[in-house]
């Protein structure tokens, strides 16, 4: 096979949100909550200040149970900060008040962050795109790592975010996202035939998480989620962790 | 409406939550008076079985600051936990409220053997989450989408059996105040929700659509 050098397409920050057991609510639920993912996310955004990222999406597409978009590599660290705060900010209110689709369910999101080169096949925002970095963003959001977030913790922590570690070191390591890195606990993703480190983000962590920190000394599932007061200690790395992170809040 | 807001009872369930009310003395408090001062010994907490809350913080020169609203459901007064510390807020009751006050020790003594230590931390989580400078001062949402979410706040919080639910129980400059807006922002913001029909003609403000607000609030 004939192998010639090409410039690398563009560089997207990507962005992916999926909803927590969106298969477990009711059917006729669906559309609605379909509907809504963009609109909440639009609000996010602009509750953050950054209505006008919003606008300037290079490229979305509904997943089903969520959302994909890719921005200007430039937004990347807003992404992180302080975007992934004002959608736990917005989902929190959200669901405080009854105002999820799917009647008193809260509704709770995975997210995933990347960056990377995104070769573009069609100029229609929502045409066609191809690259390691999405099929990376897609990986990141279905992983065991991230889910066990939300499933480990309670109805209070209504985000739980992943980033990849390429994004991690671009924004966060970097200083650009004015945060400290270590509010992000690195883990080790396999899926499928993908196999990386990438760096785990809770705004608003509660139950377990705060009791046993982001990752599990076990495997999670047969404890519910609920009830840290019947939890032993904190592992020191990951409440050292939180400490900081409460201390800032 | 299928709203309900998420108060502690929602997070304690029914059951816990009939069974908290169980520890208190039974009072009443007229639609305008206190039910904590800022600067008062603490000591003891307030469960509200009815009607809405104003959380109001004073500073030293004398303004208020609309901190939170609260209502059924939810529980005030519990961070000044023993005799020895002073409220931070005043609580004042925006209906007339039906309420249980309970010790802070009697409380703390439920949790702990209901197990419901952590469900409370998540209930502090939420509170601290659900204050209006962080919700509606600090988000950087443009004044319409403000206004229509305090508004859409106090609709939604209100008692459902109340007559005049739909009235807004703020002045403008209450909720100028509270919103950090000018009250000129206010005013036009209020001439536009009525120009819509979410609010209704007249010289109070009233909601006349619940589904028309949450539009302008992004609900």
Known sequence: ?249 | MAERPLGFRALLGDEGWARLLMLGTHREFASGTYLMRQGEPGGYLVALVSGRVKVLGHTPDGDELLVSLRSAGDVVGEMATGEHSRRTVSVMAIDRCIAKVIETHRFHRFLEENRAVGRYADYLVLKLSQTIPSQMQLARFPAERRVARLLHELVTLAPPDKPDRFLIPLSQGELARALGLARSTVAEQIALLRSTGALSSGRRVVVADVRKLRRHAGL
């Open chain 1, 1 to 249: 096979m004939d192998r010639h050098p090409q410039v690398l397409p563009p560089y997207r920050s990507l962005f992916v949100v999926d909803v927590k057991d969106f298969n477990g609510r009711e059917g006729s639920r669906h559309a609605e909550l379909t509907k809504d993912i963009p609109q909440i996310l639009r609000l996010a955004f602009e509750r953050a200040g950054l209505a006008q990222a919003w606008q300037q999406q290079r490229f979305h597409r509904h997943t089903g149970d969520g959302y994909f978009a890719g921005f200007d590599s430039a937004m990347l660290p807003l992404l992180l900060n302080p975007l992934l705060s004002a959608l736990q900010d917005e989902l929190l209110h959200r669901n405080a008040r009854g105002l999820a689709a799917g009647h008193g369910q809260p509704l709770r999101m995975r997210a995933a962050i990347t960056v990377g080169p995104v070769t573009e096949f069609a100029k229609r925002p929502t045409g066609d795109r191809s690259g390691d970095a999405q099929i990376e963003t897609h990986r990141l959001v279905d992983a065991d790592p991230v889910r066990n977030l939300l499933t480990r913790s309670g109805d209070t922590t209504c985000l739980a975010a992943i980033v990849s570690e390429r994004a991690y070191h671009d924004a966060v390591a970097s200083g650009y996202s004015a945060e400290r890195p270590d509010l992000y606990v690195p883990v080790e993703v396999e899926a499928k035939s993908y196999r990386s480190r990438a760096f785990l983000r809770v705004p608003s962590p509660s139950g377990e998480l705060l009791a046993k920190g982001f990752v599990a000394a076990e495997p999670a599932g047969s404890a519910p989620a609920r009830a840290p007061d019947e939890r032993r200690g904190a592992t020191p790395t990951t409440s050292t962790v939180l400490d900081k992170a409460y201390a800032r809040r």
